[in-house]
Structure formats: C-alpha cells, structure tokens
C-alpha cells in the first residue's frame, strides 16, 4: 500500500491544525484566533493590497476582515477552505470600500457644482476646498448630503431612512450648505476685500 507523501502529511497535519483551532474559536477560546490570524494575514493583507493599491488601506481592510471573520466563525462550512472563506469576506468588502470611496469621489464632484451654482459669485471652490470642507463634517451632516446630493433622495424618503422628518431634514440641509458656504469665505474663498463690501 502505497504511503502518503510527506508533503501530504504536512499538509493534512496544518488542515487539522486550523480546524482544531476554529473548534477553540468558536467554543469561545479567543486567543486561538490568533493561530488564524498568524497563518493568513499576510495572504489577506497582499489580496486587500493587489485591489486597494494603498499600504494604509489594505492594513485597515485586514483588520476589518478578520474582525468580520472572527464574528462569523460560527457559520463557516468546511466545504471550502478557510483561506477561500476569507477571502470572499476580503472580496466583498473591498468591493465595498472602493464602491464608498466612488461614492464619496461623486459627493465632491456634485457639492463642488451645486455649492458653486448656490455659492455668491466671490465664493471660489476647488475640489481640495470642497474635500476639506467635507472633512469637516460629522457623520449625520455627511449622510444627509450623500443621500440628498448623490443618490438624489427626497426629504421624504431621507426621513424614512434616518427617522426624522422631512421639514426637519430640510432645515438642517439648508443650515448644512449655508455653513459649507460660509466655511469657505472664512477660509479665503473669496477675493480680497470683497466679502467684507457684499456682507
């Protein structure tokens, strides 16, 4: 009878290893995940970078990753191996990184025109003028411009998703541009002496 190669043993010796580690994982031994993490995170970390093209990016995306691994252990099925479980998880969320980061690239472009159509004509705004003054903003103001400028919702529809009312919802997007405007005057957007004449 014919032995097994020792490569093969090797290799089923490293599978059984994994596996007994998920089994501690999931019995709620959180310190074998670091087994896992110390067999993968390289290959993760090299996927994220090949598709991110960003050092940064990619190390954020690994944590991620196995973070949302880590909290959907439990549902892994061994018909495929772990590394191409991971790796799916790498897929999506990556797709979804580069789908927010299009995203936010379109909330610029957008504000940049709108602002500029609604802005005094002494108000000058560039894309890096725009970006910080988007920087600026909290999470809440953020969301209603994405959903209001890009996707093009209605105030309606904006209160459904974030629970509050339309006339509400209109108020603070008026107030929202308004300060958008006036950030920029403070900063400089506007040619000498002219902000002071018009105001």
Request: glycine fraction near 4%; aromatic fraction near 10%.
């Given at each position: 009878?014919?032995?097994?190669?020792?490569?093969?043993?090797?290799v089923e010796h490293h599978s059984e290893a994994i596996d007994a580690a998920i089994e501690r994982v999931v019995s709620g031994d959180k310190q074998a995940y670091a087994i896992i993490i110390r067999e993968y995170e390289k290959?993760?970390?090299?996927y994220c970078y090949c598709i991110l093209k960003s050092r940064e990016g990619a190390e954020d995306a690994v944590q991620e990753i196995f973070?949302?691994?880590y909290q959907n252990l439990s549902r892994y099925e061994k018909q495929?191996?772990?590394?191409?479980?991971?790796?799916?998880?790498?897929y999506f969320h990556c797709v979804d990184l580069i789908r927010k980061q299009s995203r936010w690239h379109r909330l610029l472009s957008l504000c940049k025109e709108r602002l500029y159509l609604s802005a005094p004509t002494y108000?000058?705004?560039?894309?890096?003028?725009?970006?910080?003054?988007?920087?600026?903003?909290?999470?809440?103001?953020r969301n209603i411009l994405l959903l209001r400028v890009v996707e093009q919702y209605s105030f309606e529809e904006i209160g459904t998703i974030m629970g509050c009312k339309p006339a509400t919802l209109r108020?603070?997007?008026?107030?929202?541009?308004k300060k958008l405007i006036n950030q920029r005057i403070?900063?400089?957007?506007?040619?000498?002496g002219e902000v002071a004449e018009r105001t």
């Open positions: 009878m014919e032995q097994p190669s020792p490569g093969a043993q090797q290959k993760i970390y090299t973070l949302k691994a495929a191996s772990l590394l191409t479980w991971l790796y799916k998880i790498a108000v000058n705004y560039t894309e890096q003028a725009v970006n910080e003054m988007l920087m600026h903003l909290n999470w809440e103001e108020q603070r997007f008026a107030r929202l541009r403070q900063e400089g957007g506007a040619a000498n």
